[in-house]
């Protein structure tokens, strides 16, 4: 029994006539027949009864027929849209990412993929921690995470993207808002305003401030990187937060580099790339694409070694906001 001998046992049924299936199918009648009498031979009953003008099926017939049909109708609609996804046209794509991610390193990749793939639904989910994204891929609610990249994990694939420099957010009216740097002596002196523990970005800036000889205690705490950039420029604390690409951040807030932490890296999460859909790869190729534009040239790519001002940045010091570094992942 084969996929076949039930697409044309199914359009028998459907025509009543062995002869119009031919000539629709551009066989031989003999051919078609060949098809039927397999199924036949290998169920052991009869499924058509010939008539004067045509042929009908039996009790057996119809239901192999009901069965066939709507599995047929079925397979013939995921395989009509696998095709579109291949070539593109249609489809949907689940992009899981942090509360700011989609304004920050999505925006202007958002619109450019949309304009190139208008049939396509984009659904973002909003995850408040790496391990949210990696827990929505195993579930397979989602094909893409944007994440900060961290330990490997069993089942999921990790690519950094970029590289973000971290900053102090200060207050413009504040002393360290003149310096054009700070090191571990100026953090040791301020008042933390704590990233979420659960958070790769937390949980490395609790894991570097130690080394540093800088306390990490703090009574403020927020649940993303924007709410704490808005609490420095209120005057609530100061706020280690990695370097965004984009212009800076508006108002009385000024954010100085701190070259004592290591650079964070983010990119993306799947659970295998070589299985991604064309969609979803084309996507991923977007906003790195978009990343690489506004952040200037990777490492080693000309004058500048792959760090340099972001769009918006004031020249010199105090410090707006710093370069962010490509990973060349491709």
């Excluded at 010939?50 to 013939?76: C, N, S």
């Excluded at 195993?138 to 970029?162: F, H, K, S």
Aim: hydrophobic share 40%; net charge neutral.
């Amino acid at each position: 029994m084969t996929f076949d001998d039930l697409r044309t046992f199914v359009a028998v049924c459907e025509a009543g006539s062995l002869s119009a299936v031919a000539r629709e199918q551009h066989r031989t009648q003999p051919a078609v027949s060949q098809h039927v009498r397999r199924l036949e031979r290998e169920l052991g009953l009869g499924l058509l009864e010939r008539r004067p003008r045509g042929v009908t099926p039996t009790h057996a017939g119809r239901i192999l027929y009901a069965a066939a049909a709507e599995g047929i109708g079925g397979i013939d609609l995921a395989l009509r849209r696998l095709r579109e996804l291949l070539d593109g046209e249609t489809g949907s794509l689940r992009i899981t990412t942090g509360a700011t991610t989609v304004r920050h390193f999505m925006a202007e990749a958002v619109v450019a993929y949309r304009e190139r793939y208008p049939g396509v639904s984009l659904e973002f989910q909003t995850e408040n921690s790496s391990r949210g994204c990696f827990a929505a891929l195993a579930a397979d609610d989602a094909d893409l995470a944007w994440i900060t990249i961290g330990p490997p994990v069993r089942g999921i694939e990790q690519r950094p993207v970029v590289e973000l420099p971290w900053v102090l957010a200060v207050r413009d009216d504040d002393p360290l808002a003149e310096k054009s740097a700070v090191g571990p002596g100026d953090l040791a002196g301020i008042q933390h305003i704590r990233l979420p523990g659960n958070s790769t970005s937390g949980s490395r800036l609790d894991s570097q401030l130690p080394r540093l000889g800088v306390p990490s205690a703090s009574a403020t705490s927020v649940a993303d990187w924007d709410t704490a950039v808005l609490l420095a420029e209120l005057g609530l604390g100061h706020a280690l937060v990695p370097a965004m690409p984009g212009p800076p951040p508006p108002g009385r807030v000024r954010l100085v580099p701190v070259p004592a932490l290591p650079p964070l890296s983010v990119g993306w999460a799947v659970r295998q790339w070589e299985a991604l859909s064309p969609l979803a790869r084309a996507f991923a190729d977007t906003v790195d694409r978009s990343l690489a534009e506004r952040s200037g040239p990777a490492p080693g790519e000309g004058d500048g070694a792959g760090r340099e001002d972001l769009p918006g940045a004031a020249a010199g010091p105090p410090s707006r906001n710093r370069g962010v570094t490509r990973k060349g992942v491709r």
